[in-house]
T-cell receptor, first 116, second 113 residues
Framework: QQQVKQSPQSLIVQKGGISIINCAYE??????FPWYQQFPGKGPALLIA?????SEKKEGRFTISFNKSAKQFSLHIMDSQPGDSATYFCAASRDAGGTSYGKLTFGQGTILTVHP | KAGVTQTPRYLIKTRGQQVTLSCSPISGHRSVSWYQQTPGQGLQFLFEYFSETQRNKGNFPGRFSGRQFSNSRSEMNVSTLELGDSALYLCASSLGQNPYEQYFGPGTRLTVT
């Protein structure tokens, strides 16, 4: 019940195209959903995050869409650029205490390649 | 503000040895979480410390331990290293309260031979 399933495993997009990565979760107690971007040799960098009280959040070219009833959320990268080529991870956590403190449950990651 | 720093960045150890990794959080952050990243298992939560207390622990054997100091710096220790412990070890810092945004360091690449 703690899993977060991410798809696709890899994605190839042309420059200027839209990249879409999907995640599904099982634990309905999750209430915080961040996305991280990781370049080779670096730690994951927080990209954008959403909470279940909103259905969409946009920051620049990055948009999270959230469907609470389906227990799914997705990352859309508009006007994808070669510099966006990286591994993207979705994650989920509970803000409440107890066994939730400090714990992010991650998806398996999506390797995005943007061709020039 | 300076980001999360981790030392050392790379480490090679022999099976059976022990290792200590260090993490300095963002100034003002009191929570440090540790994760193990491997190609097969992805990112897995090890434990979290807040104000020198372990508040949460993942499903790892007791060989994995940690601690946090009064300045919020944290260390994790792995004893009796196994080949399967080869991984990127990441620490993340946060305020430890809502919002729970976590900011990761660059990681320590541990290779066990």
């Amino acid at each position: 019940q703690q899993q977060v399933k991410q798809s696709p495993q890899s994605l190839i997009v042309q420059k200027g195209g839209i990249s879409i990565i999907n995640c599904a979760y099982e634990n309905t107690a999750f209430d915080y959903f961040p996305w991280y971007q990781q370049f080779p040799g670096k730690g994951p960098a927080l990209l954008i995050a959403i909470r279940p009280d909103v259905s969409e959040k946009k920051e620049g070219r990055f948009t999270i869409s959230f469907n609470k009833s389906a227990k799914q959320f997705s990352l859309h990268i508009m006007d994808s650029q070669p510099g966006d080529s990286a591994t993207y991870f979705c994650a989920a956590s509970r803000d409440a205490g107890g066994t939730s403190y400090g714990k992010l449950t991650f998806g398996q990651g999506t390797i995005l390649t943007v061709h020039p | 503000k300076a980001g999360v720093t981790q030392t050392p960045r790379y480490l090679i150890k022999t099976r059976g040895q022990q290792v200590t990794l260090s993490c300095s959080p963002i100034s003002g952050h009191r929570s440090v979480s540790w994760y193990q990243q491997t190609p097969g298992q992805g990112l897995q939560f090890l434990f979290e410390y807040f104000s020198e207390t372990q508040r949460n622990k993942g499903n790892f054997p007791g060989r994995f331990s940690g601690r946090q100091f009064s300045n919020s710096r944290s260390e994790m220790n792995v004893s009796t290293l196994e080949l399967g412990d080869s991984a990127l070890y990441l620490c993340a810092s946060s305020l430890g309260q809502n919002p729970y945004e976590q900011y990761f360091g660059p990681g320590t690449r541990l290779t066990v031979t």
